[in-house]
């Protein structure tokens, strides 16, 4: 069966070439996003399970996975007028949850650094034009499809995917691995909304397999 088997050997070629151009990004699953921390989103530890499963297939693909931490210092801007103290760079709210799967993840890229400058998306901080380097990374490996999983839909997912499509990358929010602040009331729903109307691709975490096999 040799002529069957180089047939499978090029279709996994192929989709690997095709997972090569991808990458799966992971905002903020952090303690203090999640059920007990500082500012906790409603269900948040649910982005979990399904992230893991896609960071394991994307690791194993040859598509690259990334993932944020929101990472203050003590006396960061943001506290003083929208948010609560959370995600304290070196303080346990800051990390990770302890059942995100750490061992598929190549970048992890910490943002909201600067004490007077918050950064809700992964590429740009709130300034609008200072980079994080993201974009930089992904352009030199080739990557132009993003997916984008984790907390919080109607902030840094939504400021982060906002970003990817105006720098030209096909850009999908994995509706049931984002959970949202939904604060102001009515937040979470403006934010797909205007997701949807940008460009962004709202699917479901079932659908990517399909999406990068079939490209
Ligand atoms: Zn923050």
Redesign the pocket.
């Known amino acids: 069966m040799a002529i069957n088997n180089t047939a499978d050997e090029e279709a996994a070629a192929v989709i690997e070439a095709a997972a090569a151009t991808a990458a799966l990004l992971i905002i903020d699953v952090q303690n203090d996003f999640c059920s007990g921390g500082a500012l906790a989103v409603n269900g948040g530890e649910e982005v979990i399970a399904p992230l893991n499963k896609l960071s394991n297939f994307f690791y194993n693909m040859g598509g690259k996975v990334i993932a944020t931490q ?1 990472w ?1 210092t003590e006396n ?1 801007i ?1 506290f003083a007028s929208l ?1 609560p103290i ?2 304290v760079r070196g303080l346990p709210g800051a990390e990770f949850h302890k059942d995100l799967d750490l061992s598929s993840i190549h970048l992890i890229l910490r943002k ?1 650094t600067r004490e007077n400058l ?1 950064s809700y998306s992964a590429f740009f901080e709130n300034d609008n034009k200072t980079s994080t380097g993201l974009y930089a990374y992904l352009q030199s490996l080739g990557i132009n499809r993003i997916f984008l999983g984790g907390l919080a839909t109607d902030y840094c997912v939504l400021y982060s995917a906002m970003d990817a499509i105006k720098l030209g990358l096909v850009t999908y929010v994995i509706k049931d691995a984002v959970r949202a602040v939904n604060y102001p009331e009515g937040s979470a729903e403006k934010a797909m909304e205007a997701m949807t109307k940008a460009g962004v691709k709202i699917i479901e975490s079932g659908d990517i397999k399909g999406i990068i096999n079939g490209a």
């Open positions: 929101d203050h960061h943001s948010w959370h995600c909201g918050d």
